[in-house]
C-alpha cells in the first residue's frame, strides 16, 4: 500500500503537494497529519472534492510498503504516520523544497532544490508527464505557489515557481480565489509584537530617503521577527525597515527595503552579514545596541543613493469641462470659471477638490464647494469677496477660510499646506508637488482628485492616484497602508461611502481595516469624533446597510456592549425609509434629522438609563440628548396610547404634547399599525393647531387671580375644545364659570 503525507500544520504548500503527489501515485491514500492551518481547514471544507482524505486512525500504518512525503524529510514532523518508518522493506519517496539538514531521512527519491514551493517540483513532474489538471485543482496548487512565495515577493522566488504559476493560470488556476486566501490575517503573538515595533519605530531621514528604525531588546527568543518585520513595512507602507533586536549575547538585525535606493544586502554585509537586496540580516556579538544603532546610521550615509522619483508620471489627465457644466447645480459652474479667472489676475492656482469631484463624475449632486489653493488660501479668498461680494471667515491656524458670496453660496478654501513645498533643488516641482502632497493626505482614491480651475487648463481633471479608474470599478481604497493608523474614523468614512454608492473596499483596504481594529486603534479615538461619523452615517438616506457593516466589524459593540441587530432592529431599519418618506414634509419644516430616528432605533433595547448614559458619554448636545431623550422615553406609553381603539383628541394631545418630530416619527415607526400613524398625522396637522380665543388677559379681567390656576384652565378649555365640548367664544366663557367657579 501507498501512503502519501506531509507536515504537521499543513499549510497551502502542503495541500498542494499532497494533491499533486496524488495525481503521480492515484491509488495512495493520503493523510494530513495532526490538524492542518485554519486556511487550509476552511479551503478543503469548501472544497471537498479535491482529495480524498483519511483520517490517522483510519489507515492500517503496517501495510504501508511505500511512503511518499511532500514539504518535509523529517520523521518528527509526520504525525502518527512516522510508525511507517519500522515497517520492513519500506520505500520512502520525498518531494521537498527545503534545504537539506543533517535530520533529514534519505529517500529512494529524492527531489528537491532552489525552489520557492514544493507544489512547484510535483507541477512540473505533472507537467512533464502530461497528467491532466482541472482548474480546480489548478487553483489549490496555485494557491501553494502563491503562499510560498509570498506571491512571488519572498527572495526563495524561483524562475521556476513563476514558471509553475503560469502554468497553473493556463489550466484555469481562478486569481480571485487565489486572492482571497492570501489575505492572511495576523496571529495574536504577532499583533502584540507589531504593536510593539509599532511604538518604538522611529525615522530618520538619509540622502532625502525615509528609513525606519526599530531598537528593541527582549530577554527571550522573539519567533515570527522576520515575518512581522515584513509585515510591519507592508502595514506602514515602509520601503525600508531595520530592525534591531539585542538579546543577551548578540545582536539581530533584520532588514527589509523595496527601493533601490537602499540596498539592505550590501548595509548589512558590514556587520557581517548579508542577504538580498530587499531583505536581509546580520548578528552581532560583542557590541552594545546602542553602537550598533550609530553605526548603522553612519552606514547608511555612505550607501544610501537618493532616487528621483518621475512625479508627472503619475499623473493623470483628463478634461472634465462639460460635466462641470452638466453635473453641477446651476449657477456653480458659472461661479467656478469666474474664480479660476480671478485667481489668475493674481496668480493664485486654484483647484477643486474632494467630495464634489467625485460626485462630478459619478453625476451625483453636491453643493459643498472645496478649493485647494496654491499659495494663501486666506489671502485668496479675501481677493474673492472683493472682486464677488461676500464675506470670509478665516482660520488663521490651518490656513482656511470659509467665503460666502453674496448670493448665500459658501465656499470652503484651504491652502496647498507650506511644509509641502520641495526643496529649492526642486523647485519645478513645487506646484505638482504642493496638490500632490495635499491630495495625498486625503481618506480615499475615490476623494482624492482635483480639477483645475485656472483658465487654460479649466476642467482638467488631476489624478495622481488612479482614483477615476476606481470609480469606474466602484472601489473604495485608501491611499496607502498607514490611513486607518492615522486616522481611524476613515474606517467609518470607508464603510458610509461604500454604502452609500454601492461601492466595495478593495481587498487591501479591507485587510487594513481588519489589522486596525484588530489592534483596537477605536481606542485612540475621541468619544466625540466617533459621535460624529456615526452622526455622519447615520444621517444617510439608507444607513441600513452601513449599520450592518458596523456591526459585524464589531464596532457598534465598542459603542455600547447592549446594542445588537436583533430582528426587530434589521426589520426597523428596513421599514424606516418609507415612514421616513412619507413623514418628508414634517421633518423638513421642522428640521427634523433623520439619524435621530436610527440612533432611537439602534438603542431601543437599552433602558432609559443606559440611553442617557450613552449619551453623556459620548457628549450629545443637551438639543440632541433631549431629542434622543425624549424619543425613547415615550415610546411605550404613547404607543400604548395610541393604540387604545377609542382616544378622544384631548387624549391623543396629552400623549404626544411637546414630542420632537423624530420622536413622533419614531412612534409610527414602532406602533407598526395604520391608526397609529393616522393619529400622529392627524396630530401634526389639526391636533396640535388647535387654538382657544380666551387669553391670561381676559382671565384677568373676569377676576381670576394670576398664577398656576391660569394654566390649568387655558389647558382645560383647550382640552374640551378639542373634544368639541366648547366651540364658540361665548361658550369658552361659560365652560370656564361653569367649572372654575370663583370662591
Ligand atoms: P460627503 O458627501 O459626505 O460630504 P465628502 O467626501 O465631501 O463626502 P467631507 O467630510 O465633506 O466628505 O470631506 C471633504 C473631503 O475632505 C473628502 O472628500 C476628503 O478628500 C477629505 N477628507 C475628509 N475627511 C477626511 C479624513 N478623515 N481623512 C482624510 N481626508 C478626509
Ligand atoms: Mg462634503
Known sequence: MDLIVTH????????ASLVAARKIYPRALVIIPGSADKDVREYLYKNPELIDLKKEKEVDFKKVKRLIVVDTRLAKRIGEAKTVLSNRGLILHFYDHHPRTKSDLAGRVD????YGATTTILVEILKKRKIKISPEEATLLALGIYEDTGSFTFPSTTPADLRAASFLVSKGANINTISD??????TKTQVKLLNRLLRLEKRIKINGIEIAIIKLKSSNYITDLAATVHRLRDIENLESIFVLLGTKERIRVVARSRIKAVNVGK??????????????????????????EKKLIEVLKSKVTPEIAPEESLLFRKSVGPLLDRNLPPGVAGLLAKVGKIAEKKDFRVYLVGGIVRDLLLGVENFDVDLVVKGDGISFARYLVSKLGGKITAHRRFGTAVATLSGGIKIDIATARKEFYASPAALPAVEKGSLREDLYRRDFTINAMAVRLNPGRYGELIDFFGGWRDLKERKVKVLHNRSFIEDPTRIFRAIRFQERYGFFMDKNTERLVRDALKRKIFRRLSKQRIREEMIAILSEPRPGNAILALYRIGILKSIH???????????????????????????????????????????????ILEVRNLCRNFGFSREQYNKIFKGRESLSEATRKLKKAELKPSLLYRALQGLPIEALVFIVLKGRSRLVERRVHRY????????????????????YKQGPLFKKILQELLWAKLDGVVKSPSSETKFIIDNFPKD
Open 8 to 15: 504537521i500544520g499543513a499549510d497551502f504548500d502542503a495541500l
Open 267 to 292: 548595509i548589512t554585509q558590514a556587520f557581517g552579514g548579508g542577504g538580498h537586496a530587499t531583505a536581509a540580516s546580520a548578528t552581532i556579538r560583542g557590541m552594545e545596541l546602542r553602537d550598533v
Open 181 to 186: 486566501f492570501m489575505r492572511r490575517e495576523l
Open 111 to 114: 527531489i528537491g532544490g532552489r
Open 561 to 607: 456592549p447592549k446594542i445588537r441587530l436583533s430582528p426587530e432592529i434589521k426589520k426597523d431599519l428596513q421599514t424606516v425609509k418609507t415612514i421616513l418618506d412619507r413623514f418628508a414634509p414634517f421633518l423638513k419644516k421642522e428640521a427634523g434629522k433623520s439619524w435621530i430616528i436610527h440612533f432611537l432605533i439602534l438603542v431601543q433595547q437599552l433602558s
Open 684 to 703: 401634526l396637522t389639526r391636533v396640535r393647531r388647535e387654538k382657544i380665543r380666551t387669553t391670561g388677559n381676559k382671565l384677568k379681567k373676569m377676576g
